[in-house]
T-cell receptor, first 117, second 109 residues
Framework: GAVVSQHPSRVICKSGTSVKIECRSLDFQATTMFWYRQFPKQSLMLMATSNEGSKATYEQGVEKDKFLINHASLTLSTLTVTSAHPEDSSFYIC?????????????FGSGTQLSVL | GQNIDQPTEMTATEGAIVQINCTYQ??????LFWYQQHAGEAPTFLSYNVLDGLEEKGRFSSFLSRSKGYSYLLLKELQMKDSASYLCAVMDSNYQLIWGAGTKLIIKP
């Protein structure tokens, strides 16, 4: 089946630094990619929706200047956590969808565990 | 508002059958998903229902009733490795996934 590659799987960084997370669809073109974060014992929370070649749509309460999303091609989306702080520590997951007509083709990356010291 | 409800935790015995229920109220409906998530890992896709009825995939089955805003995930012949959280998610009219908080399933020998 289709594979979504997300890396790094784990990152530990110092407060104030920036961290980039990549999400790649390996064998299909993803017109839309979603970025989620999950706090311990809570559900996944949608952060933003990114469409190839256009600006990402952010969910209410998500700072677009802090969580920069770039979807430059049909196979790659990146999430950059700028000036990370300890409260940004979380599990970040991306998912990719091939198109609105194929609702079943929604695949998830393996996730990135971010720890900010 | 949009809401997905599922039990917080369930316990079952190895080899038995367990049914995890999910009720939802969303702005539009473009399908309901069930995912399995082991601790520290990303969720993995289990099933997708967009029409009423039962979908069977091996030991796992998923049922949907759109008129009742209700779904369940049925797990048969439970194995210890089935211990995980099971997430119910509904895709709304904007193709956004609305997630439930997950049901932690504990399997006992």
């Amino acid at each position: 089946g289709a594979v979504v590659s997300q890396h790094p799987s784990r990152v530990i960084c110092k407060s104030g630094t920036s961290v980039k997370i990549e999400c790649r669809s390996l064998d299909f073109q993803a017109t839309t990619m979603f970025w989620y974060r999950q706090f311990p014992k809570q559900s996944l929370m949608l952060m933003a929706t990114s469409n190839e070649g256009s600006k990402a749509t952010y969910e209410q309460g998500v700072e677009k200047d802090k969580f920069l999303i770039n979807h430059a091609s049909l196979t790659l989306s990146t999430l950059t956590v700028t000036s990370a702080h300890p409260e940004d520590s979380s599990f970040y997951i991306c998912s990719a969808r091939t198109g609105q007509g194929d609702l079943e083709k929604l695949f998830f990356g393996s996730g990135t565990q971010l720890s900010v010291l | 508002g949009q809401n997905i409800d599922q039990p917080t935790e369930m316990t079952a015995t190895e080899g038995a059958i367990v049914q995890i229920n999910c009720t939802y109220q969303t702005s539009g409906f473009n399908g309901l998903f069930w995912y399995q998530q082991h601790a520290g890992e990303a969720p993995t896709f289990l099933s997708y229902n967009v029409l009423d009825g039962l979908e069977e995939k091996g030991r796992f089955s998923s049922f949907l009733s759109r008129s009742k805003g209700y779904s369940y995930l049925l797990l048969k012949e439970l194995q210890m490795k089935d211990s995980a959280s099971y997430l119910c998610a509904v895709m709304d009219s904007n193709y956004q996934l609305i997630w439930g908080a997950g049901t932690k399933l504990i399997i006992k020998p």
